[in-house]
């Protein structure tokens, strides 16, 4: 089991930057990906970015492309989400979640993953 906390989300204005944590209460393998995922009221929820543990490689969807950067503190156990140039349309639930080897083609793909956190709500306003 593992159990995953957010924290880190708020209300800014467009324009305006936030930093999301996400901390795992352990990684069973190294093979482990975290992502983050947002979900709009009324819409399905969207892959945002994803990092693989092992090797820091990242991937982000193409509506965060260029603004969105994930991160990882290994020794922490503790992913971040740093969001700049925040629009209305990135308003949303953010959540972190876990998963092991999951294919790159996949990574922001939500069934892939095992554990997920509670959530933070993101809120931008124009």
């Known amino acids: 089991q593992v159990q995953l906390v957010e924290s880190g989300g708020g209300s800014v204005q467009a324009g305006g930057s936030l930093r999301l944590s996400c901390t795992a209460s352990?990684?069973?393998?190294?093979?482990?990906?975290m992502g983050w995922f947002r979900q709009a009221p009324g819409k399905e929820r969207e892959g945002v970015a994803a990092i693989y543990r092992r090797t820091g490689n990242t991937y982000y969807a193409s509506s965060v492309k260029g603004r969105f950067t994930i991160s990882q503190d290994i020794a922490k156990n503790t992913v971040y989400l740093q969001m700049n140039s925040l629009t209305p349309e990135d308003t949303a639930m953010y959540y972190c979640?876990?998963?092991?080897?999951?294919?790159?083609?996949?990574?922001?793909?939500?069934?892939?993953?095992?554990?997920w956190g509670q959530g933070t709500q993101v809120t931008v306003s124009s």
């Open positions: 352990r990684y069973t393998y190294s093979s482990s990906c």
């Open positions: 979640a876990y998963g092991n080897a999951i294919y790159r083609d996949y990574v922001l793909t939500s069934k892939e993953y095992t554990y």
